[in-house]
């Protein structure tokens, strides 16, 4: 007689995702560059992805050196979801060394990007913003002349895009995956929709004059254009430019002038910079910001949606006092 603990491993040993002839289903392997667009992935696949995140929580995709594990990761992968933009300089020396046979997916195709400002003009101002012609914010700025912007997702509208450009893929990578994949983006797209419509109403009540950011690099171009807040940064569009001394006096000099009450740290960035201006200046240090990447799962920010409430609320306690 066949014992009844054996009987119980037995079942044990079953998949519990079996398919018609008794095979474990198993999930479409994909990589994600770096957290913010890990957690997008994970939101439109669900359970029939396995995400791998190339730079994870806290971690600076503009300086990232990819290691023999990312390279193992992307050879696995069926997708490979990248954001462009010039975010990921890395990305196609890591695709070539791990011979990945994996579609790449850009996130922001679709996307208007938003450009740095050619002219040599450092004036950091609100008056000196311009736009170009497509309708896009650009900022006077003296670092990465003609660059294009890529922090795309600080923009809700631009998230959604993201979303859409997933949910595609997707299905063109697994198409017994579509209803799925079309329903959960669609989910969480109503989602970002209510998360636009908080945002808007919290920046509402900081007075026009004081929605003001500051930071260590210039990753809110996107946030300021949508949301009608004037950036101020002392480096470029990334966190590998160094700011020059002559920026950092100009912009010691216009929050004095204008008594702007605070600067805020990066989770991506050295605080030293901002910490030098908030003691030169006597402005509060209102906060930590996420930019560029999630936090860890402790963390306020683990989840763009969280990310962005997150934010929202250390701008408005620091900005409303």
Do not use: C
């Amino acid at each position: 007689m066949v014992s009844r603990r054996l009987v119980l491993a037995a079942l044990a040993a079953v998949p519990l995702f079996a398919g018609p002839a008794g095979a474990q289903e198993a999930k479409l392997p994909v990589a994600a560059s770096f957290s913010i667009l890990g957690d997008f992935v994970k939101q439109v696949g669900g359970d029939r992805v396995a995400v791998s995140t190339i730079v994870g929580p806290n971690g600076d995709a503009h300086v990232y050196q990819p290691t023999p594990a990312d390279a193992k990761n992307l050879a696995a992968a069926k997708v490979v979801f990248v954001n462009g933009l010039g975010f990921e300089g890395w990305m196609e020396r890591l695709a070539k060394a791990s011979g990945t046979k994996a579609k790449i997916v850009v996130a922001t195709a679709g996307i208007t990007p938003r450009e740095m400002a050619d002219e040599d003009d450092h004036d950091h101002g609100k008056d000196k913003h311009a736009h170009d012609k497509k309708g896009g914010k650009k900022e006077a700025h003296g670092h990465d002349h003609g660059a294009a912007d890529p922090h795309a997702w600080q923009s809700i509208a631009n998230a959604k895009i993201y979303v859409a450009n997933i949910r595609d893929a997707l299905i063109a990578a697994d198409p017994a995956g579509k209803d799925a994949y079309t329903a959960n983006a669609a989910a969480y797209t109503a989602k970002l929709d209510a998360l636009d419509a908080e945002v808007k109403a919290a920046l509402a009540k900081i007075p026009a004059e004081q929605r003001r950011i500051i930071t260590s690099h210039d990753a809110f171009g996107y946030f300021g254009a949508a949301y009608g807040v004037e950036l101020i940064s002392p480096e470029g569009v990334s966190t590998e430019s160094e700011a020059s001394a002559k920026d950092v006096a100009r912009i010691i000099r216009q929050i004095k002038a204008e008594k702007i009450p605070a600067v805020f740290l990066e989770n991506v960035t050295n605080p030293r910079l901002i910490e030098r201006i908030a003691k030169e200046t006597g402005a509060k240090i209102g906060g930590e910001l996420y930019t560029d990447a999630l936090s860890d799962d402790k963390g306020p920010a683990s989840t763009y949606i969280l990310m962005i409430q997150s934010n929202v609320r250390t701008l408005s306690s620091a900005l409303s006092s």
